[in-house]
Each structure stands twice: as structure tokens, then as C-alpha cells.
């Protein structure tokens, strides 16, 4: 059978009964628990506040702060102008450390034309999030044994997470600016796009990013019998273990569409999670999953690898356009698989 590509618009008024779509409608966002080490959040606090400092000092902005991190760390630590020891020590040299960093990505981004340099995401969580199916999601005879469907990650944390899909257009200034920037995203892979070009998604891994399921041809697979799903979705398992070395954890079903078979499917060979998306970032605009229209903490971005054949903007185009929305609002990029 031929790969079958179509809109999303257009499969979801064909959505037959029993399919469950993410996306369409409007719920509210539900909630989860996030659990930390002891003396985490503080650690946390001090390194973005020591980033922020840094931020601050590249792009003059914010309040004046001492220009030497490691400084301030000795003097708060009773040892004024000598070299930080102990837990101080530490402490100056992770911040020295991420000084740097941002100072690098702020080149980065005056080099790739963003609006302005992306904020600095706080470190992963020391335990990651419970995750639960959200609400309206759920498929008929579902229970917590199958993997959660969700669109925003639970977290008070002013991150959300980037991903793309399919993987038709292969832009091989994404994979520098991407890596340049720092900019973790996620790939959620279909391998009829894919095939014929195995080595920029290697490369795009050896880069920071990491591999999804997209399935094999990007099928609505609410219409397709056990057997075709399984085939979809796990043989692509078996593909993108053999061609990347690891087999993922997360999947993405194609449209957003699913039942109880896709999820049970999944989960029989590997997957955990099934991340959908609350907003859709295009080169020009953004569409949003929530009537506020708006982000919020944890949001999950979808978004595409597509061109100018297919819009008005090339790769490089949407990752500025996406991220002056984020940085504008606040908000940083973090690491999907860090909180999932």
C-alpha cells in the first residue's frame, strides 16, 4: 500500500468511532506532581540566578551584577577575593561554566538573526514528572498500564519542549543552528520520509536531538486493523533501533489520532509515553490548542520538517519565528526526555 499523506483537518472529519484525536477540541489542562532531592531547588535557584547575571551581562540588561561569579560565590562563602573551596567552589565553577555558555549562545544568536538570545533552561528535575493521560483523552477500556497521552509535560517551571515531525525537508543549516544555539527538540520520525536519507537524522542525534516514533508511512491508524498498526508502529521501532541504536520510548501517532489498539500496541514493543502538542508553530504563526491561546508551563511545540515547497520559510525561518514567540514570553526550551 502506498504512503498516505493527508491533512489533518481532513482525516479528523473522517475520524471513524472508538478514535481518539489530540488534536482537536479544548479541555482544560490537568495536573501532576513534581518531587525533588532536598536542596535541589536551591541549587537550581543559584544556578539560574548565576545565569541570569551572565544573561544580563552580555545583553546589559537586568539589574548590575559582579561581573566575576566565582567571586561573589567566595565572598558569600566568608572567603573574600581567594578561590572559592567546597561546595562554593563547586557552585562558582557551574556558574563560571553557564556564564559562558549563554555568553556563547548570545553570539549564536546575533550569527542566526534571532530577536533575542534564548533563555537558559533551569536543570532537569531530580525526579521526573508523573504523567497521566489528560483528561478527555482516554480510550475505551483504557487504564494507567498504557501509555499516558498528554500535551503539556506537569511542571511549575517556565519551560516548554520543541518537536518535529515527519521528516521530509533535510536542512542542513537546522542541524547548525540548532547545535549552535543549544536548542534541545525532539524528532518523531516517519521512515517513508525518512529512508532515503538515514545519516541527517544521525547526525541531527549526534547533535542533541533525540528520535521518536513517527510511524513507517504516516497512516491514520485508527482505520487500520491490529495487524497494519502493529506494522506501522513497531516495525518502525525495529527500523530506527537498527539505524540510531536505541529504541525509543516516545511515539507521536500520526494526526494525533488513536484508539485503545495504538496504545496497547505501543506499549507491547517499548513505548512509555505518547506526547501530543498544545500549540503548532508555522514560520509565520502560531496555532494553539487552549482558548487563551497562550503558553504555559510544560507546553509541548509540534511543529515540522518542511520547507519552502511546502511554506513560506525555510527551517532556520521557524526556529526564529518559534522562538521569539518563547523567549518573549519568558519562557525557555528545555530537554523533553529530561522531564518524560
Keep these: 500500500m502506498q504512503p498516505v499523506r493527508q491533512k489533518e483537518e481532513f482525516i479528523m472529519k473522517r475520524r471513524r468511532p472508538g478514535a481518539v484525536s489530540g488534536g482537536q477540541g479544548r479541555v482544560k489542562r490537568g495536573h501532576g506532581h513534581l518531587r525533588r532531592r532536598p536542596g535541589y531547588a536551591v541549587l537550581a535557584a543559584l544556578l539560574v540566578a548565576a545565569v541570569g547575571s551572565g544573561c544580563a551581562a552580555e545583553t546589559g540588561g537586568g539589574a548590575a551584577s559582579d561581573p566575576d561569579p566565582g567571586r561573589a560565590a567566595a565572598a558569600r562563602a566568608g572567603q573574600p577575593g581567594g578561590p572559592p573551596a567546597g561546595a562554593a567552589g563547586s557552585m562558582a565553577g557551574q556558574a563560571e561554566k553557564a556564564r559562558r555558555a549563554q555568553a556563547a549562545r548570545a553570539v549564536a544568536a546575533r550569527k542566526w538573526g534571532l530577536a533575542s538570545t534564548p533563555l537558559t533552561p533551569p536543570l532537569p528535575p531530580a525526579v521526573k514528572p508523573h504523567l497521566t493521560t489528560r483528561k478527555g483523552f482516554e480510550v475505551e477500556g483504557g487504564d494507567a498500564s498504557l501509555p499516558p497521552v498528554f500535551t503539556t509535560v506537569p511542571t511549575k517551571e517556565k519551560v516548554v519542549f520543541l518537536t518535529m515531525d515527519d521528516g521530509e525537508e533535510k536542512d542542513p543549516e537546522l542541524l547548525k543552528m540548532m547545535s549552535e544555539l543549544n536548542i534541545p527538540y525532539s524528532a518523531f520520525l516517519s521512515d517513508y520520509l525518512v529512508r532515503d536519507d538515514y545519516t541527517y537524522f544521525k547526525e541531527a ?136
Design 205 to 340: 542525534q549526534v547533535r542533541g536531538a533525540v528520535l521518536g516514533n513517527h510511524t513507517l508511512n504516516h497512516r491514520y491508524l485508527p482505520g487500520l486493523s491490529h495487524d497494519e498498526q502493529k506494522r506501522e508502529i513497531c516495525d518502525q521501532q525495529d527500523i530506527l533501533e537498527k539505524q540510531y541504536g536505541e529504541r525509543p520510548r516516545l511515539f507521536r501517532p500520526p494526526y494525533g489520532n488513536y484508539n485503545g489498539d495504538t496504545l496497547r500496541i505501543a506499549k507491547s514493543c517499548g513505548i512509555t509515553a505518547v506526547p501530543l502538542w498544545a500549540a503548532e508553530a508555522f514560520p509565520d504563526h502560531m496555532e494553539w490548542r487552549e482558548e487563551d491561546r497562550d503558553l504555559h508551563p510544560g507546553d509541548i511545540i509540534l511543529t515540522h520538517f518542511r520547507g519552502k515547497e511546502e511554506w513560506k520559510g525555510s527551517m532556520p525561518d521557524l526556529i526564529r519565528s518559534v522562538m521569539k514567540v518563547v523567549t518573549d514570553k519568558g519562557y525557555a526550551v528545555a530537554r523533553l526526555e529530561d522531564y518524560v
